[in-house]
């Protein structure tokens, strides 16, 4: 099946950084999405990516659809500590119904 | 409820045990997805359901894995005989429709724990 690979893996930033995290996959997406899960919750999202090239925001997040349809970005500026939490790529192909691939999550750390 | 809701929220069983999952999908919500996630890792797709019918189940793990929806609503997860590696969390989502929607509300999920 298809495979998503997300990194980093981990990333630790001081409040008021950017931050930048990405994912790429072997075979090509429809739409790409970005997730975030808190601790005990499940994942709620961030972001949907429609067609390539696409590029979004949601306030202090953006996010791009690779031109390739083999990747995606999610961009966070000036992180404040609501952050934290995990964050999750996630891709979709049209013939699956809505189901999504998702990436292994990178684990957002904000030092106030 | 407003949102996906699932339960129990915690489970402890004994291997060998059969145990149920459940999930309260958004109502009107005619997609409805099982996804498991082990510690430290991304959501593994198992089976979804459009209306009470499951099109895609190529995600269980084993014929131990079942599950079911009735009245296009609240859906069950069942595991037969646990095993060790069952152990995780398993997340339902639901979604408007399946096909062409994206927007999957996520549940809080069930931490499964096999003893």
């Known amino acids: 099946g298809q495979q998503l690979n997300q990194s980093p893996q981990s990333m630790f930033i001081q409040e008021g950084e950017d931050v930048s995290m990405n994912c790429t996959s072997s075979s090509i997406f429809n739409t790409w999405l970005w997730y975030k899960q808190d601790p005990g919750e499940g994942p709620v999202l961030l972001i949907a990516l429609y067609k390539a090239g696409e590029l979004t925001s949601n306030g202090r997040l953006t996010a791009q659809f690779g031109i390739t349809r083999k990747d995606s970005f999610l961009n966070i500026s000036a992180s404040i500590p609501s952050d934290v939490g995990i964050y999750f790529c996630a891709g979709q192909l049209w013939t699956n119904a809505g189901k999504s691939t998702f990436g292994d999550g990178t684990t957002l750390t904000v030092k106030p | 409820g407003a949102g996906v809701s699932q339960s129990p929220s915690n489970k402890v069983t004994e291997k060998g045990k059969d145990v149920e999952l459940r999930c309260d999908p958004i109502s009107g919500h005619t997609a409805l997805y099982w996804y498991r996630q082990s510690l430290g890792q991304g959501l593994e797709f198992l089976i979804y359901f459009q209306g009470n019918s499951a099109p895609d189940k190529s995600g269980l793990p084993s014929d131990r894995f079942s599950a079911e929806r009735t009245g296009g609503s609240v859906s069950t997860l069942t595991i037969q005989r646990t095993q060790q590696e069952d152990s995780a969390v398993y997340l339902c989502?639901?979604?408007?429709?399946?096909?062409?929607?994206?927007?999957?509300?996520f549940g809080q999920g069930t931490r499964l724990t096999v003893v």
């Open positions: 989502a639901s979604s408007l429709y399946g096909r062409g929607n994206t927007e999957a509300f």
